[in-house]
């Protein structure tokens, strides 16, 4: 069963383009929704978190929206470089399991220059 | 400060043998979960340790088992080994959770397990 669907699967984007990665969750006991970007070779590194309490949170060029009726969040990478090519994870985690996270399908992101 | 570390780096073992994962958490941190990652997929949760302790586990069978020392590093034992458990097993280290502390896992490099 798959807990945290993810879309698309690979995306494109030109240098200094948005990134759109969506995300969709079916447990409503989820309280913690994290976002992980990989490199080849590396392990998943947490890049920005947001709980169901706000619409949305910015970090930088890295923005999470956040709609609770919908069971649906989104990573936006605003003004794209080539360094953010990367695989990224949506998340989700039940606060009080302290801990297990479910990860979605992941998307590869190019950026092109 | 050195973040997780795991070793092996690769792994190559054949259908029916037994592998032993080993990773030493993040300096601090008390818990340590284990994870696998297919080709192409996102990491699934295999299980979480806690003071020696395996506190919660993912949809593995019984050939996934652990442990914890008594400085919080672990091991993540395989046995009979099948083409399917090819893989990077990934260490997450974290505080154990409680109300109203931030808990983050931090991931370390993982091992590649290629099963022939």
């Known amino acids: 069963q798959q807990q945290v669907k993810q879309s698309p699967q690979s995306l494109i984007v030109q240098k200094g383009g948005i990134s759109i990665i969506n995300c969709a969750y079916e447990?409503?006991?989820?309280?913690?929704f994290p976002w992980y970007q990989q490199f080849p070779g590396k392990g998943p590194a947490l890049l920005i978190a947001?709980?169901?309490?706000?619409s949305e949170k910015k970090e930088g060029r890295f923005t999470i929206s956040f709609n609770k009726s919908a069971k649906q969040f989104s990573l936006h990478i605003m003004d794209s470089q080539p360094g953010d090519s990367a695989t990224y994870f949506c998340a989700a985690s039940e606060y009080s399991s302290a801990s297990k996270i479910i990860f979605g399908s992941g998307t590869r992101l190019s950026i092109r220059p | 400060d050195a973040g997780v570390t795991q070793s092996p780096t690769h792994l190559i073992k054949t259908r029916g043998q037994q592998v032993t994962l080993r990773c030493s958490p993040k300096s601090g941190h008390d818990t340590v979960s284990w994870y696998q990652q297919a080709l192409g997929q996102g990491p699934q949760f295999i299980f979480q340790?806690?003071?020696?302790?395996?506190?919660q586990r993912g949809n593995f069978p019984d050939r996934f088992s652990g442990h914890q020392f008594p400085n919080y590093s672990s091991e993540l034992n395989v046995n009979a080994l099948l083409l399917g458990d090819s893989a990077l097993y990934l260490c997450?280290?974290?505080?154990?959770?409680?109300?109203?502390?931030?808990?983050?896992?931090?991931f370390g490099p993982g091992t590649r397990l290629t099963v022939l």
């Open positions: 447990n409503t006991a989820f309280d913690y």
């Open positions: 997450a280290s974290s505080h154990l959770w409680r109300e109203g502390r931030k808990d983050t896992q931090y």
């Open positions: 340790y806690y003071e020696e302790e395996e506190r």
């Open positions: 947001i709980r169901p309490d706000v």
